[in-house]
């Protein structure tokens, strides 16, 4: 038996490894399959065959950050800009309930116009629908996302993208790692659901960089984890940089199935991105989380992280008819329920 089978064994029936034993999963390619076979098998015992689908409504392309991998950052002078009002994005949400979404995702750059005021009033009209609300909005002081989590916000995604002080600094000018932690605690604090995540194929980034990462996410149990590959965009810093490894993405996915084993995991739309059909490869290696999007139109065109993205030319409505086939076709069934993690030991 290859000492990564041994791994994969432990991390399957204990749901620890050291650093050393993530590093070899990581640098393993040998393992993959063997690997992704053993998270699916974790993800049908702990959070079951349901898929939660979770309509995504991007509204707002500003963003007063400047990250070197991110088509939305300030410099970027070629993108359309745009914000939904009020009005529309209550809508988009009133329109992803009627698709049979249970959960939407309120996505933005992180856009000053949309201030405390103006997102708690969007908040209370979408709780009105009895849908769950997750929020990624980028940094915030305590008291704003207190004041958002009273207005009925579940959830919040605030990916870290690496948790490697050095390269986070070199990757997000003007940006602070530790006021993204404190962020993290903050939301952990206040009884959010918490998510985050990490961008494989950084420059600079290491497989250690990665296991710390694993560590990190296993130390705050993250309630939800997005994790894709670097798509590089050309009107970036790191438009000439080469693509996240989609191979070391999926491992990656995998071991934090068999370490984190009832969180909520995405298959991302990056994965689809690099290589079609990648969701439903994802979902088969632990992942039970799709966010299908619900915006249209120019807005959906201009919310452009990166080039080549996935379905952008979709309708919502193809959108969640397609999602929920290919989940049928791959034996799975679209969960009825809003999502929320169930902690539970076997």
Same mark, same amino acid.
């Given at each position: !038996? ?15 490894? =050291? ?9 393993? &390619? ?11 098998? /974790? ?22 950050? #400047? ?8 410099? #970027?002078? #070629?993108?359309? @800009? ?36 103006? +997102? @708690? ?26 004041? +958002? ?8 995604? +605030? @990916?870290?993208?690496t948790t490697d002080a050095e390269l986070y600094a070199r990757h997000d000018p ?19 659901? /918490? ?5 494989v194929g950084l420059p600079g980034q290491t497989i250690d960089m990665l296991a710390r990462d694993i560590f ?7 309630? !939800? ?11 970036? &810093? ?19 199935? +068999? ?28 992942? #039970?989380? /799709?966010?299908?999007?619900? =915006? ?18 979709? =309708? ?17 069934? /679209? ?12």
């Amino acid at each position: !038996m290859a000492e990564w089978q041994e791994i994969i064994e432990k991390g399957k029936s204990s749901h620890k490894l =050291t650093h050393e034993e993530i590093c070899c999963l990581l640098a393993a &390619p040998a393992c993959e399959e063997e690997l992704a076979c053993a998270a699916d098998e /974790v993800r049908h015992a702990y959070v079951g065959d349901g898929v939660h689908l979770r309509g995504l409504i991007e509204f707002s392309n500003y963003c007063r950050q #400047n990250c070197a991998y991110c088509g939305l950052r300030r410099d #970027n002078k #070629n993108i359309k @800009r745009y914000r939904l009002s009020a009005a529309e994005i209550v809508a988009l949400a009133r329109q992803a309930k009627a698709y049979g979404y249970k959960t939407v995702v309120l996505q933005s750059g992180e856009d000053e116009y949309f201030t405390l005021p103006r +997102l @708690r009033a969007i908040l209370l009209s979408i709780k009105e629908l009895d849908l769950a609300v997750t929020l990624s909005i980028g940094e915030r002081s305590y008291a704003e996302y207190k004041a +958002l989590r009273e207005a009925g916000a579940d959830r919040f995604l +605030l @990916r870290i993208e690496t948790t490697d002080a050095e390269l986070y600094a070199r990757h997000d000018p003007g940006m602070s790692h530790e006021r993204r932690l404190r962020c993290l605690q903050d939301l952990k604090a206040l009884g959010y659901e /918490v998510g985050t995540g990490t961008l494989v194929g950084l420059p600079g980034q290491t497989i250690d960089m990665l296991a710390r990462d694993i560590f990190f996410y296993q130390q705050i149990d993250a309630d !939800m984890l997005g994790i894709g590959p670097l798509v590089p965009n050309p009107h970036t &810093p790191l438009g000439d940089a080469a693509p996240g490894d989609w191979h070391l993405t999926r491992r990656f996915v995998a071991i934090l199935r +068999l370490l984190l084993p009832d969180s909520n995991i995405p298959a991302t739309t990056a994965m689809d991105t690099l290589k079609p059909g990648g969701r439903d490869i994802m979902l088969r290696s632990g992942a #039970n989380v /799709v966010m299908p999007n619900v =915006t249209s139109g120019e807005a959906r065109r201009n919310y452009a992280l990166y080039p080549g993205k996935a379905c952008v030319d979709d =309708t919502p409505e193809h959108c969640r008819s397609c999602m929920s086939a290919r989940i049928a076709a791959m034996g799975r069934f /679209v969960a009825e329920d809003k999502g929320f993690r169930q902690q539970r030991k076997i």
